[in-house]
């Protein structure tokens, strides 16, 4: 996988432009080097002249991290609804064909659209209210909010607490995962894509359905 910075030249000149830039040069900073990253050093990468050209586009930092969040999310969710009717039409319900609808389309979707840094973005991002359970399952994420209800129904012979501690734990582990297979393909000199998602879903169902201990 290749890494493409920013180029201002490369963008249009406009406000929609400068956004995106922004947008993209948060994704591979706070990917690189987590949240403490500067709001003028973002700005700088997205080679604006304006140091305060975040505050003026997105007002806060924390509506930044939401805005990169939600740049990829659209495209996420659509795919997995599709994955997930097409799950109906199969008649397929295992826990394991869930996963799969979750995790796949995060090894192919953010990359198709020119990211680089997503999965490791959100790594480093995991603990932000963005991201937090009431945010993975909001309106806005339907298929998420769908895939979380089933994993949990498809756990019911676990007490409740245990299934929310392992479907929490399971996110932060997918997160994780996610980031070391993108760091692992960019130094390979390849893209993420949905096959490699295979041993990353094993291990997240194996997370899920670990015996419960006395």
Do not use: C
Not at 104 to 111: E, I, K, N
Not at 152 to 161: I, M, S, Y
């Amino acid at each position: 996988m290749t890494v493409t910075r920013p180029d201002a030249t490369a963008q249009p000149s406009g406000s929609t432009g400068a956004r995106d830039l922004l947008l993209a040069a948060a994704e591979r900073l706070i990917g690189e080097r987590g949240l403490e990253v500067s709001l003028r050093e973002i700005a700088v990468a997205a080679g604006q002249r304006n140091n305060s050209a975040v505050h003026y586009h997105f007002g806060t930092r924390d509506a930044l991290v939401e805005a990169v969040v939600e740049l990829r999310q659209q495209a996420l969710e659509q795919e997995r609804l599709e994955r997930l009717v097409q799950l109906d039409a199969d008649g397929g319900t295992d826990l394991h064909s869930l996963v799969e609808v979750l995790v796949a389309p995060a090894f192919h979707t953010p990359y198709a659209m020119g990211a680089t840094h997503y999965a490791r973005f959100l790594e480093k991002v995991r603990d932000h209210p963005a991201l937090e359970s009431s945010a993975l399952e909001s309106r806005q994420w339907p298929a998420t909010k769908m895939l979380i209800g089933r994993m949990a129904k498809a756990l019911d012979d676990l007490p409740p607490r245990l299934v929310e501690l392992r479907l929490r734990s399971m996110m932060s582990a997918m997160f994780a995962l996610l980031a070391d297979a993108e760091r692992q393909l960019e130094r390979a000199g390849r893209r993420p894509k949905a096959a490699a998602a295979a041993p990353v879903v094993d291990m997240l169902v194996g997370m899920l359905t670990a015996p419960q201990a006395p």
